[in-house]
């Protein structure tokens, strides 16, 4: 491996190495980040023990549908934009590029049908759980089988959401993250079962303001340690980051224009038109037109915050565009990029890093809260009840609800101990999530948009397509994990790490110092070569030739982006067929439960009774009358 040396010292590892112990928290870091945690808990026990005190379950899961418009947009923005938007996105753009941006400009097709195809059907219905729909418009069977994919995919998805800040903090504060995720972790589950749905938008608007605070300082900071704007597009279009206008189809390629482009388009309408955490936001304000005020100003927020998280990771390109620290070993993983970054730049200015890091862990709390407020509540609606009966004392119910919160958010925190083995969270989020968000998406877009669907094709459609991305993501893991599979980042280079160091500083302090900072990073760095203990050289980086994933099939390199869409297709597909080829003795659909895009399309008023069907069986008799029955009411609701 070929080593250089050059007289010009470096600016970034010469700045580390001097001030290694300044890069830890100070106490200013520790006042933020208690002052956040002490604050939400307060918020819990206020609306858990004062006024109402959360005593019914449709005042603890929809906020007896009474919320305001701006706190609930916040609350839906604060929810999705998690540590792995603020960490993961940041270093997959210093890595692969600012491609992922691209998923901004296709948040107007996403809203588009989120307002046009789905929310109207939701809305009509008035529903606890999105998949109640399913109920109706199919049968119990595919009800019960969407909730366990919607938390199977909770199960999934939250541990990264927590893992990803605790690493954060475990980097900043040297304190093993198996200590803190506990703490923070309890924090959390603690107000969300306390206070229900009014905690949980509440927090989040607290900790929405947190976390903008710190994404724009960070942001301004950066910019001004870089030179300027100028200075960060300039070196990113130099160094290959600015590929939007990438039209290569090929679909394993890992961020090409259209990968990414179609890819979270289909990727978002699953997490945002029919998820049940957005879903019942969306239907906890009083009319449509303040749900549909509530989706655009959702938008709006992921655009804004989506562009920061991007545009950071073009800022710690510009940083280290001529000392790349995966190279120097000083960073190991994607995830540890961006601590590192914070508090190389900004451990003079005192608090800040604190700030950030309270920023990253008020983003994983929103997520965590909300996504355990709608998870009590499927799992509620869609399994306790089935079994007990309907519960008719409203205290009893809402004390198995915050049971339930406080289950869930234990197992969650156990399963960070398998996520913290796994690879880098952006990918690993991205494709555990499609592997049930794709065949939920077929389940739903059937029942909305085709008439004619069975519920024996949605049922057995979307176990295929769980079935096939569950394989496709397995098989890929695999390979990744034996490292057959490989994402190539974009070229680095280490021309400017080459410095002039203290005679007193060898090369082991060097590596004892790059320990202490970061304690729990692996460490496979490359050897340094110490010459005459001046100046330290550290290997250049070298571009991977050709490509070594072509011996694997090609539905293993499928991009991540894809899985969604994939599982989706498959499910939508399969569905279809089986309606058309198996006796399909479903009741008629009612018209409410079919989008109104789709309107035009169906006979007359709505859709007739065959004439030849004189009898159903029990089940589907009882479907029938109680899908017939809210259409008056809902008519009323959707025209206010």
């Known amino acids: 491996m070929a080593t250089f040396t050059t007289t010009e010292p470096t600016t970034v590892l010469q700045h580390v190495l001097k001030n290694v112990s300044q890069l830890t928290f100070s106490w200013y870091d520790y006042i933020f980040f208690s002052v956040m945690l002490c604050l939400s808990a307060l918020i819990g026990i206020y609306f858990g023990c004062f006024g109402s005190k959360q005593s019914s379950a449709d005042e603890y899961l929809m906020g007896n549908k009474k919320m305001k418009v701006l706190p609930i947009s916040i609350s839906l923005v604060a929810s999705h934009i998690s540590g792995i938007t603020l960490l993961a996105v940041p270093a997959d753009v210093y890595r692969y590029g600012a491609a992922y941006w691209l998923g901004v400009p296709s948040l107007i097709i996403v809203g588009i ?4 195809i789905y929310l109207p059907v939701f809305y009509k219905l008035q529903i606890t759980s999105t998949y109640e729909y399913l109920e109706r418009r199919f049968d119990s069977t595919n009800r019960t089988f969407a909730s ?3 938390a199977l995919g909770l199960f999934l998805y939250l541990p990264i959401v927590i ?35 009014k905690a949980v938008v509440w927090t989040d608007t607290l900790q929405f303001t947190v976390t903008t605070g710190a994404v724009f300082t960070v942001v301004i900071v950066g910019v001004r340690a870089a030179g300027g704007f100028a200075a960060v597009w300039t070196r990113a279009a130099q160094g290959d980051r600015l590929n939007f206008f990438d039209f290569d189809p090929n679909p394993t390629k890992h961020d090409s224009f259209w990968t990414v482009f179609i890819g979270i388009c289909v990727h978002w309408i699953g997490g945002m038109a029919i998820h049940q955490s957005c879903v019942q936001k969306y239907l906890s304000v009083s009319t449509f037109h303040k749900s549909k005020l509530t989706v655009v100003y959702f938008f709006i927020g992921i655009v804004i915050m989506c562009t920061l998280s991007v545009f950071t990771g073009l800022i710690m390109y510009s940083r280290y565009f001529s000392c790349d620290p995966f190279t120097t070993g000083v960073v190991q993983k994607n995830d540890q990029l961006l601590p590192y970054y914070i508090m190389d730049v900004a451990s003079h200015i005192p608090g800040l890093s604190g700030l950030f890091m309270a920023g990253i862990f008020c983003a994983a709390l929103s997520t965590l809260s909300a996504c355990l407020n709608c998870l009590a509540g499927t799992v509620f609606e869609d399994f306790v009840v089935k079994i007990t009966g309907p519960i008719q004392n409203e205290k009893t119910a809402a004390t198995i609800l915050k049971i339930l919160v406080l289950v869930a958010g234990v197992i969650c925190t156990l399963l960070v101990l398998v996520v913290e083995r796994l690879g880098g969270v952006l990918s690993l989020a991205i494709s555990l999530g499609g592997v049930t968000s794709g065949p939920l998406l077929g389940m739903f877009t059937l029942g909305v948009l085709f008439p004619k669907a069975s519920s024996k094709g949605a049922f057995y459609g979307s176990i295929i397509g769980l079935l096939f991305m569950g394989w ?41 110092s790059r320990s202490s900072l970061f304690e729990n990073f692996t460490t496979e760095s490359a050897e340094l070569q110490v010459d005459n203990l001046t100046s330290v050289h550290l290997p250049k980086s070298e571009t991977p030739l050709g490509n070594p994933n072509e011996q694997v099939f090609a539905l293993f390199r499928l991009s991540v982006y894809y899985y969604t869409l994939s599982g989706c297709l498959v499910t939508i597909a399969c569905g279809l067929l089986i309606s058309y080829l198996f ?12 989008s109104p895009v789709i309107y035009f399309l169906l006979p007359e ?30 008519d009323e609701k959707i025209k206010n």
Do not use: W
């Open 148 to 150: 366990f994919l919607f």
């Open 605 to 634: 008023e709505k859709i007739v009774f065959d004439a030849k069907k004189n009898y159903y069986s029990l089940d589907k008799a009882l479907h029938l009358v109680t899908t017939m029955n809210f259409s008056k009411e809902s």
């Open 113 to 116: 049908v989120t307002m046009y």
């Open 163 to 197: 893992y990803v800040p605790a690493l954060a903090f475990s980097a900043a504060s040297r304190i093993q993250i198996h200590y803190i995720t506990p703490v923070v972790c309890g924090v959390c589950i603690f107000y969300t079962t306390l206070g229900g749905l």
């Open 583 to 594: 006796h399909n003795d479903d009741p008629p659909v009612n018209r409410d439960l079919i």
């Open 472 to 512: 496709i993501a397995t098989m890929s893991h695999y390979y990744k994990a034996a490292g057959v599979i490989v994402d190539i980042p974009k070229p680095t280079t280490t021309e400017g790490c080459s410095f002039v160091a203290n005679a007193s500083l060898t090369s082991s302090a060097i590596l004892e």
